[in-house]
C-alpha cells in the first residue's frame, strides 16, 4: 500500500471511529519514548519518570474535542496543594525566542516567584483562561482581602486543528483542571493543552520526564513537562530520524512553539532557577529544534523546598539555597528531562483530524525504531 493510500484510509478510520475522541483513552498502546528503548542521557529516571516525581507537583488536564474542528484543551500544573497566593515559590523565566503570548513574566522577573497554578494552553485563549485562573485564586479561602494576582498562563498556536478563533476554553475548564490536577502518572500525548498542538510535522502534545542526582549530591529530583508544537528536523539520541523518514513523507517541517515546565525539589531561588530553566532549552535543540523567528519557546521553572517559599506568615526564607558550584548535575537533568519530555510527546501523541479536515498523523513508532536500530541509539 503506497503513502497516499495509507494517509487516506487513517483518515477514513478517524472519520468512522472519531477524531481524537477516543485518541487519549488510547494513548496507552503507544510506548513512551523509554518504553521503546530510547534513553537518553545517564541520569535515571523517577519512579515516574516525569513532572509528578517532584514531591507535592500536580497535573491536570482538560481536552476538548467537539464536533469536526475543535481540538484543544487546558493543563494546570500544581507547584503545591496548598493556597500559591499565601505559600508562593521560587521561580524564574527563560525566554528561548518569544514569539509568544506568555502572560505573568514581568512580575516573575521582578519577584522571582510565582503564586499562582500555571495553565497552558491555545494562542487565543490566553485572556480566558487567565480570568479563570484569577477566579479560582480569589475564591479560595484566605484569599478575601486579595487586590492583585498574578496568573502564569503559557500558550501554543494549535489553529491547523483546532477552530482557535471561537476560543473554547472557558473559566470552568480552567477550574476543572486545576481541580482535577493529580500527583501520578501523567496522560500524555494528544490532551489537554497538546490535544491540536503538531511537533516535526507529526502529532505533538504533552510530554513529560525527570532525572533524579546521586545520594551523595544530595537526591534531588528534576522533573520537566513539555507542550511539543515546533518544528525542526527530529533527532532521536543524535540519529537523523526527521531526515529519514522526511525522504518518505511529504509532511514538511513545522514552525511553532514549546513551552517547557521545571520542577525541582532542590533549594533554588530565582537566580539560579533561571540558569536551570535556560538549560532546557538545550535539551530541546538536542531533538532538533533551532527555536524558529516564529517559534515561542519558554522554560517557567520553580523549586518546591519548602524551606524557600516567601508568604505571607513569613517574611523572610529559612532555608539554605544550593551554591553555584551545586548546579552542573541539575544542569544535567533538566537537558535530559527536556529532551525526553519531548520523544515522549510525539511517541505517545495520537493522529488527529481536525478543523478543515485538516489531518495530523502520529510518529510512525516502528518505523522510527527501525531508524535508531540502523544508527545505533537504542538500549
Same mark, same amino acid.
Not at 508544537?229 to 539520541?237: A, E, H, M, S
Not at 513569613?314 to 553555584?324: A, H
Given at each position: 500500500m503506497g503513502n497516499k493510500a495509507k494517509r487516506y484510509l487513517c483518515v477514513v478510520l478517524l472519520v468512522i471511529f472519531g477524531t481524537g475522541l477516543r485518541g487519549a483513552e488510547h494513548n496507552n498502546v503507544r510506548p513512551r519514548a523509554r518504553e521503546a528503548g530510547i534513553v537518553p542521557g545517564v541520569l535515571s529516571p523517577g519512579n515516574l519518570n516525569g513532572i509528578t516525581d517532584v514531591e507535592g507537583v500536580k497535573v491536570g488536564h482538560v481536552t476538548l474535542i467537539e464536533g469536526k474542528d475543535i481540538r484543544t484543551g487546558v493543563t494546570a500544573i500544581l507547584p503545591h496543594s496548598g493556597n500559591l497566593f499565601a505559600e508562593k515559590v521560587p521561580a524564574a523565566i527563560y525566554l528561548g525566542n518569544a514569539f509568544g503570548k506568555l502572560m505573568g513574566y514581568t512580575q516573575v522577573e521582578e519577584l522571582g516567584n510565582i503564586e499562582t497554578p500555571i495553565v497552558l494552553t491555545n494562542t487565543l485563549n490566553v485572556g480566558i483562561v487567565a480570568d479563570g485562573v484569577i477566579e479560582y485564586m480569589l475564591s479560595l479561602p484566605g484569599n478575601e482581602n486579595v487586590m492583585s494576582i498574578n496568573p502564569v498562563v503559557g500558550e501554543t498556536n494549535d489553529g491547523w486543528l483546532n477552530? @482557535? &478563533?471561537? &476560543?473554547?476554553? &472557558?473559566?470552568?475548564?480552567?477550574? *476543572? =483542571? @486545576? *481541580?482535577?490536577? =493529580? =500527583?501520578?502518572?501523567? *496522560? *500524555?500525548?494528544?490532551?489537554?493543552?497538546?490535544?491540536?498542538? @503538531?511537533?516535526?510535522? +507529526? %502529532?505533538?502534545g504533552i510530554g513529560t520526564s525527570s532525572r533524579q542526582l546521586p545520594k551523595s549530591q544530595g537526591r534531588y529530583t528534576v522533573g520537566v513537562l513539555v507542550q511539543s508544537? +515546533?518544528?525542526?528536523?527530529?533527532? @532521536?539520541?543524535g540519529a537523523p530520524v526527521g531526515t529519514e523518514l522526511a525522504a518518505e513523507k511529504n509532511s514538511g517541517n513545522k514552525s511553532g512553539s514549546c513551552m517547557i515546565v521545571v520542577a525541582t525539589d532542590a533549594p533554588l531561588l530565582s537566580r539560579n532557577l533561571k540558569r536551570l530553566a535556560k538549560r532546557a532549552v538545550l535539551g530541546l535543540a538536542r531533538t532538533g529544534s533551532v527555536m524558529n523567528n516564529s517559534s515561542g519557546d519558554y522554560v517557567i521553572a520553580f523549586s518546591t523546598a519548602k524551606g524557600l517559599r516567601p508568604g505571607a506568615k513569613? %517574611?523572610?526564607?529559612?532555608?539554605?539555597?544550593?551554591?553555584?558550584s551545586k548546579m552542573d548535575l541539575l544542569f544535567t537533568a533538566v537537558v535530559e528531562a527536556t529532551e525526553e519530555a519531548v520523544y515522549n510527546s510525539i511517541f505517545k501523541a495520537t493522529a488527529v483530524i481536525g478543523r478543515d479536515n485538516h489531518f495530523c498523523e502520529a510518529l510512525p513508532i516502528e518505523r522510527t525504531l527501525e531508524i535508531c536500530r540502523k544508527y545505533k541509539v537504542l538500549k
Open positions: 477552530n @482557535i &478563533r471561537s &476560543r473554547p476554553v &472557558r473559566q470552568h475548564h480552567v477550574r *476543572e =483542571a @486545576i *481541580e482535577k490536577a =493529580a =500527583a501520578g502518572p501523567v *496522560e *500524555e500525548g494528544s490532551v489537554g493543552a497538546g490535544t491540536g498542538t @503538531i511537533c516535526f510535522g +507529526f %502529532k505533538g508544537n +515546533f518544528g525542526g528536523v527530529l533527532t @532521536i539520541n513569613r %517574611k523572610r526564607v529559612s532555608g539554605r539555597p544550593l551554591p553555584n
